[in-house]
């Protein structure tokens, strides 16, 4: 496994938790980074993008000014705080691994990334 996310689980409304996704591959401090998530009988959808780097992210509208997503690279993971949380963020997040960029990339793209964690279930409970 290359990626492992974990930090899921069962939260009220209004309640906060923190995903994590560690790799033991220290190539993934040069590739930008995302989560995703996929809800019950919905398509998987984006979430939070981050560059290599770290210096730029970018949110999915209806996650903006309560998620944050962050890296930290000596430590090979990324993070994903979740405040504020809502019943309609139920869902499956995962995390992805992306390519190698020259620039400070980011993607909001599921195809932009070949490499996928297992999965963590996030449940808020209303």
């Known amino acids: 496994v290359q990626l492992q996310a974990s930090g899921g689980g069962l939260v009220q409304s209004g309640g906060s938790l923190r995903l994590s996704c560690a790799s033991s591959?220290?190539?993934?401090?040069?590739?930008?980074m995302g989560w995703f998530r996929q809800a019950p009988g919905k398509e998987r959808e984006f979430v939070a993008a981050i560059s290599w780097s770290g210096d730029r992210t970018t949110y999915a509208d209806s996650v903006k000014g309560r998620f944050t997503i962050s890296r930290d690279n000596a430590k090979i993971t990324v993070f994903l705080e979740m405040n504020n949380l809502k019943p309609e963020d139920t869902a499956v997040y995962y995390c992805a691994g992306g390519r190698y960029y020259s620039g400070d990339y980011y993607s909001t793209q599921s195809y932009d990334y070949p490499y996928w964690g297992q999965g963590t279930l996030v449940t808020v409970s209303s």
């Open positions: 591959l220290r190539t993934f401090t040069t590739y930008h």
